[in-house]
């Protein structure tokens, strides 16, 4: 199978769920070089993304209004999901690129698969699906796979997803310095340098850390699960749930905003910010210009260590 027709998958495995979708190393003619997904065919880098989302351990934790998670994350029952998952973003890719792609049986195809991970427990789970897997080639990628300099004090602790995507920033963006945002379970608000380094950053309890970790640490309040912020909820809340998901909104909102401020005030005001996440588009609204958003961005990040890697 040539690189130009090879099937290349990515798995971005994180604290809140995973992410999946097929990736494209060559710029096919079929697809918008925009960044935007403006349709499922629309991403140059990307098809389809499919979600898993892990499930709470705790059997007393309330779910909240939020989408609820499906699967925990040390067990092989979500490996059935990722297989029905997959095999339908090749489809739906496939009839985008015309492509005739048979069986979809994804155990019979030849893949290979690229993994960013931030999960000790659900990469041991994928590693070994895919070890079992004669016609399965694999990457779990760490920092030595990516082609950017790292100016930090331990550069072999910084995860993975956090480096993937200053990597995509850097490549899709020519400005410097910058600051790459992820907002999902925890926030991350990195710096690139002038000299397209990455730099070091902050990380921000997200929407549902915060949620636990109040649960947790206050024996009258409840314990609840949230995914992404939809959202910023109304104020004042009429019950403590409520109230719980204002101030752990309002916080993350806050904590981020003034994160942005303090990078500007260090170098410009008009350093610009690249924002991707769960929670990446509806926080966007409380960043100030200049800023991009971009779907996905780890997973770009593995398209892009795929198209090096295989081009060796």
Not at 7 to 31: E, H, K, P, T
Not at 82 to 111: A, H, K, N, V, W
Not at 204 to 212: A, D, E, Q, T
Request: neutral net charge; charged residues 20%; contains cysteine.
């Amino acid at each position: 199978m040539s690189e130009q027709s090879q099937i290349v998958v990515g798995v971005d495995i994180g604290n809140s769920g995973l992410r999946i979708a097929r990736l494209f190393i060559d710029d096919l003619g079929q697809f918008s070089p925009s960044l935007a997904h403006r349709s499922s065919c629309s991403h140059r880098w990307l098809g389809p993304v499919g979600r898993i989302d892990w499930k709470a351990r705790a059997a007393h934790e309330i779910s909240s209004s939020l989408a609820a998670p499906q699967y925990y994350s040390d067990d092989n029952a979500w490996l059935d999901e990722l297989d029905r998952t997959l095999s339908r973003c090749i489809r739906l890719t496939s009839d985008c690129t015309g492509e005739s792609i048979q069986p979809l049986d994804c155990q019979r195809l030849p893949i290979h698969w690229l993994v960013s991970s931030v999960r000790r427990d659900a990469t041991e789970v994928l590693r070994a699906h895919l070890a079992q897997c004669a016609l399965y080639r694999s990457l779990f990628v760490t920092r030595s796979d990516i082609n950017m300099s790292i100016d930090v004090e331990f550069p072999d602790r910084v995860g993975v997803d956090r480096l993937l995507a200053a990597y995509a920033a850097i490549t899709l963006f020519e400005s410097r310095p910058m600051i790459v945002i992820q907002a999902g379970s925890a926030v991350t608000v990195d710096w690139v340098s002038p000299q397209a380094e990455f730099a070091g950053g902050a990380i921000v309890p997200g929407v549902p850390i915060m949620l636990r970790l109040l649960g947790q640490a206050a024996d009258g309040l409840p314990h609840l699960v949230g995914r992404e912020l939809i959202e910023l909820p109304n104020l004042p809340g009429k019950n403590t749930e409520q109230a719980m998901t204002c101030g752990v909104s309002s916080a993350m909102v806050g904590g981020t905003q003034h994160l942005v401020a303090r990078y500007r005030s260090q170098s410009s005001p008009n350093v610009p910010v690249i924002l991707s996440g769960g929670d990446g588009p509806r926080l966007a609204k409380h960043v100030p210009e200049p800023l991009e958003v971009v779907d996905h961005l780890v997973l770009v990040g593995l398209a892009l260590v795929a198209k090096r890697a295989l081009a060796r």
